[in-house]
């Protein structure tokens, strides 16, 4: 039986036998009575074997260590007052695998530097399972989500020849040591995927509603807590829709996966709240019951310029119309001003990509930031530029070769009619329902630059 | 509205006006009446509208070609008789999105060749309209299974230090020219991944049942039907299981997802059973209602080498123990002998993977392969081996430093009972449930030897 589901069903089995197996957690050995902590991986929440003597197995099973897995028979009994509802008594035991001596993740504490270089076995840790029990439900939240809405689940490729977008900062992938890439693998030189935007584009054409999730890729030398070199990215598109669509799309995104973690892993969640970000529940339910608001990138400028004005101190307080907000600037909007998730909108065009639709005001561009408390962007999104002319015009402004993009550009002369969409980088969601601080923590075996275990 | 929404209600609709953005697939235009039909992606099934001369945008909708977009507004009549069980008579028509004059996709027959240099437009004909809408389902139908069943969905890594398993065919990931390694990104070789699950057992062992489900590479010049450099897998690995609980899980899977299919992709199936693959369903079906039949490897053997004598004339006769079984002795046992799919188990160490567990008779490890009629090998497992020292002196054997994969040998050290896994090429599914021969076709941007677009 499964520890998850002995604990779903234990009140009924009461007095009965089960039978368990699972991995030595901690281990109390007397010479007359042993006490087992054990976890199978289903569930956090441990079982506690107590076994005496004349329990079968008894010597073998005094021998076990951190980390091997035994096989348990007992009787469930309730245990009133003890943090856990009941505990097994076993009249069976057996070490079915023994665990060497020198385990590297022993009882104590250990540094999050120490675990990542043992990521194959930090899983096995509580805060471990619970950011990743976390993070695979929200992997399959969001899938729902989308299905439910009958999006089209496209896998955009993963090798591409595109890196306009990331100049300089794209993997190149080659058979070759040479760098001849016309004599390369595929002709010409391969490139590791920033973002399958361009690609999902063609297909919110065919399908009207599109996502994509899948890895992307960053050669960036970033040391920082919130950069990785490959990360997950959902991106999706919808045709026939605008700025306005988009926005009403991420809210409610949002809101889905944030209630399907409530429903299905709440006792993950208060793990974190209590291990890793204390108010981290109440952070999420105030996400999920906000009514986010809108605010237009130019009244940003003027609430923050009136903030700077009235003696607030930015680390940056050169803030003028044209600048790209810091996290300091989002957050003090979202958490100080709105006090609510806040969607900025309408940014200059000159520091968002080339492919958003120019506004009538010629200056800005239909553009969505999603910022929230406690990080600031999570989301970035636009409705995309329609009309073939001015996306050649906005390519040349932005020193990008039209040429490069041709069949994405090209897209616009074949029935092209309004289109928006937005990337939301996975981990950073993780981190913010989880409340770990650093992107390494939330990858199963995370890429750095200089870093590359497993 | 939505043509698919249209069509769910279009029988209370009856006399109602509805507005529908789509695109043109066909137009044919009078001096007083005009017919469009219509598809918006949401659907496989088209909507014919019927406009006359006195239509508000009579003389801008006359012009609109094939895959502009338009909007209609439009009473709902019934058109018992004709194909299509309504149609819409317009009141209002716009023309929102011109298309140029020679879009490559018109109305007549195209090659798939052709079709796969235009890959961001071929999504709008209605086989690839089938086939992605598979596709995305059967995506869908996998996660919520797994999801269903308590695995956990770990996304392995992608840029990986291990290219043991298929030496010589990962490609390359680099920033650099030179083939510097130790000066390059990551301080090291680093490649691009061809198989998650050594990192799936890791996090197997953590959580007991885990599934990935990403992209996975292969740098072979292979010009085959079947070959991508590019595919997605699925590798499901659950701790505490052995060959038995593998086997259950595969049949468990498949027809998940095929039952899945069935009921909610059933249009886009029988358009692939008219215009792709004659008797799919019934295909299908008898998959679906199947007893799966499993047969000893030797058996086989014995099975073919029978046939051969009784006058069987395969193109390799030459059939003995240690065969690494054609696809046509494959589908000679599933589909001639068992008349099922069909669980091939237990095959010679010699041609199988060094990670599978060695049965007691030294001579055959404990693996899996699925066969079903039609196609032969489907998916392919074992059981793992669990001791340590088997697993050295299987690298040793398969001429396999153990010192490589170091970090995955050691997880046996470190409390390792039992543990088996599958891996299910995701476009191999994807050609057998929609009756499409070739894998460039299943794939939205296919990656093959020479062939990088979009």
């Known amino acids: 039986m499964d520890i998850k589901e002995l604990y779903a069903k234990h009140q009924k089995l009461v007095g009965k036998q089960v039978e368990l197996i699972a991995r030595v957690r901690n281990h109390r050995q007397g010479k007359s009575i042993g006490f ?29 260590r951190v980390a091997a897995i035994v096989a348990v028979t007992g009787t469930v009994v309730l245990t009133p007052g003890k943090p856990q509802p009941f505990e097994l008594q076993a009249t069976k035991c057996e070490l079915l695998a023994q665990c060497v001596e020198d385990y590297p993740l022993q009882k104590k504490e250990h540094s999050p530097e120490f675990l990542r270089e043992i990521a194959h076995l930090r899983a096995r840790t509580k805060t471990f399972q619970a950011i990743f029990k976390i993070r695979s439900a929200a992997s399959f939240a969001i899938h729902q989500f989308f299905n439910s809405n009958d999006f089209l689940y496209v896998q955009t490729p993963i090798i591409t020849e595109n890196d306009a977008e990331g100049a300089g900062e794209a993997f190149i992938v080659t058979t070759r040591t040479d760098a001849n ?110 009514k986010f608001v809108v605010t237009e990138y130019a009244q940003v400028i003027e609430i923050l310029q009136t903030a700077i004005a009235n003696g607030h101190v930015f680390e940056d307080n050169n803030v003028y119309f044209g600048l790209d907000l810091g996290t300091e600037h989002e957050r003090y909007l979202c958490e100080v001003v709105n006090k609510a998730p806040t969607f900025v909108i309408n940014y200059p065009k000159e520091i968002k990509a080339f492919y958003m639709k120019l506004n009538a005001d010629q200056k800005t561009v239909a553009a969505v930031d999603l910022l929230v408390p406690g990080i600031g962007e999570l989301v970035g999104g636009s409705q995309r530029e329609d009309d073939y002319d ?65």
Not at 425 to 450: S, W
Request: with cysteine.
């Open 36 to 64: 087992l902590v054990l976890n199978d991986g289903t569930s956090i929440n441990d079982v506690q074997v107590v076994y005496k003597a004349d329990v079968a197995g008894f010597s073998k099973i005094s021998e076990a």
């Open 181 to 290: 890439y016309a004599e390369d693998f595929f002709g010409k030189k391969a490139a590791l995927s920033v973002s399958g935007q361009l690609n999902a584009e063609a297909y919110a054409q065919a399908f009207k509603k599109v996502y994509t999730f899948g890895p992307t890729f960053r050669a960036e030398n970033s040391y920082t807590s919130r950069h990785a070199s490959e990360f997950w990215m959902i991106e999706p598109e919808v045709a026939f829709s605008d700025l306005k669509d988009n926005i009403e799309l991420i809210e409610a995104m949002l809101k889905a996966v944030i209630r399907y973690l409530f429903e299905n892993v709440s006792e993950e969640l208060e793990f974190c709240d209590k291990n890793l970000e204390p108010g981290l529940i109440e952070k999420l339910e105030k996400v999920r019951d906000a």
């Open 390 to 454: 001015k996306l050649i015009a906005r390519c040349h402004e932005m020193k990008i070769d039209p040429k490069e993009l041709g069949w994405y550009n090209d897209l616009r002369k074949f029935g092209y009619y309004k289109s928006a969409g937005f990337g939301l980088g996975f981990e950073r969601l993780i981190m913010y329902v989880t409340g770990a601080q650093n992107i390494r923590d939330v990858i199963a075996f995370p890429r750095t630059p200089k870093n590359l275990l497993f």
